[in-house]
């Protein structure tokens, strides 16, 4: 069987599993994305996200994260929802956190797909990620060709948007290896305009992470600086925004993933339940959640910050 054969059956089992874009790109060392990713850490953008400044051999080289790594398989994992919180004034919650937490639905049907290819292809090594630290997701998808990284900095997919998870295997087999694409962002700026916390460069392409509602809400353990009093468009968890306005995400089609499916009683909280939320409300609605990451003290403060700030004059 020839590289193109193997690369083809990959992609057919990857989109049996529910992987709804598959690109394969060589794994090499990745020369410009060293040099974007160094002039980002130097600017301090990554905020308390210290983690992203771990590792950078290993970010920037795969074949130093897995040795003998020939390929990377890059995976796209639908999570858009047309489901809306019922209580237009209720704290919100980005779409990608309704259901139970996509790093262990994810990374089940990525190990699914590893294994079928260690035994339909024999003897492989390699190892699998989802959303991890020492992995430039976004860098190597683009270089597989599953979409071209936006103004909004995000992975863009012309016929998906961009409401995905990225997934990638590591791996020492030979492939064959898919194009980049071209960037459509053209002359847009919605993202940049709609950004609340003019977290996006005025020229798009690069983000100030310590200024992102995402990073607000989620990575940052201190308390919210109130410069962001009236800029937070009433998120606790997350951000859809910059998504939102894409124009490209008028392709999005809601996922069949019954894992992301948000619990009734979550969507149905309203204002007033969200800032009355207690530890065994918050157990009960988050379990098995990535909102878990929050601990419950972290939401609650993320609460009691847009409940202050909606009453500032
Ligand atoms: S997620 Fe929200 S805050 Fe972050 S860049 Fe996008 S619009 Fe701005
Ligand atoms: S909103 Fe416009 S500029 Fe921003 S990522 Fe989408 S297409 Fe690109």
Same mark, same amino acid.
């Given at each position: ?84 919180? @019922?209580?237009?004034? *209720?704290?919100?919650?980005? #779409?990608?956190?309704? =259901? &139970?937490?996509?790093?262990? $639905?994810?990374? /089940? +049907? ?26 430039? @997701?976004?860098?190597? *998808?683009?270089?597989?060709? #599953?979409?071209?990284? =936006? &103004?909004?900095?995000?992975? $863009?997919?012309? /016929? +998906? ?49 310590? +200024? ?102």
């Amino acid at each position: 069987m020839n590289v193109s054969q193997r690369s083809a059956l990959i992609k057919e089992k990857a989109t049996e599993l529910g992987f709804f874009l598959c690109g394969i790109s060589k794994a090499e060392f990745m020369e410009e994305e060293a040099k974007n990713l160094e002039n980002w850490l130097n600017q301090n953008h990554h905020g308390e996200m210290s983690y992203m400044a771990n590792h950078f051999d290993k970010r920037v080289d795969p074949t130093i994260l897995v040795p003998g790594a020939k390929s990377v398989i890059s995976l796209a994992y639908n999570y858009y929802s047309e489901e809306e919180q @019922e209580d237009v004034e *209720a704290p919100k919650i980005s #779409i990608y956190a309704y =259901g &139970k937490d996509y790093h262990k $639905i994810v990374k /089940k +049907k990525l190990l699914s797909l590893f294994e079928w290819i260690k035994a339909t292809f024999g003897d492989v090594d390699g190892r699998v990620f989802v959303d991890s630290a020492p992995v430039l @997701e976004r860098d190597w *998808a683009k270089r597989s060709g #599953i979409g071209w990284i =936006g &103004k909004n900095t995000l992975l $863009i997919n012309p /016929k +998906k948007g961009s409401y995905f998870f990225l997934a990638e295997i590591i791996i020492d087999l030979d492939l064959h290896y898919d194009d980049p694409i071209t960037d459509y962002c053209g002359t847009c700026t919605r993202c940049i305009d709609a950004c609340p916390t003019e977290a996006i460069s005025p020229n798009g392409y690069f983000m100030d992470g310590s +200024k992102c509602i995402s990073y607000l809400t989620i990575e940052l353990k201190d308390s919210i600086s109130t410069e962001f009093s009236d800029k937070m468009a009433n998120y606790m968890f997350g951000c859809d925004i910059c998504q939102q306005v894409c124009p490209w995400n008028r392709f999005s089609t809601p996922h069949n993933e019954e894992a992301f499916l948000p619990k009734a009683e979550l969507l149905s909280m309203t204002k007033a339940d969200w800032y009355e939320l207690t530890i065994p409300v918050f157990d009960t609605l988050f379990e098995s959640s990535a909102v878990k990451r929050t601990k419950y003290q972290g939401l609650k403060r993320n609460i009691e910050f847009l409940k202050i700030s909606s009453k500032a004059p």
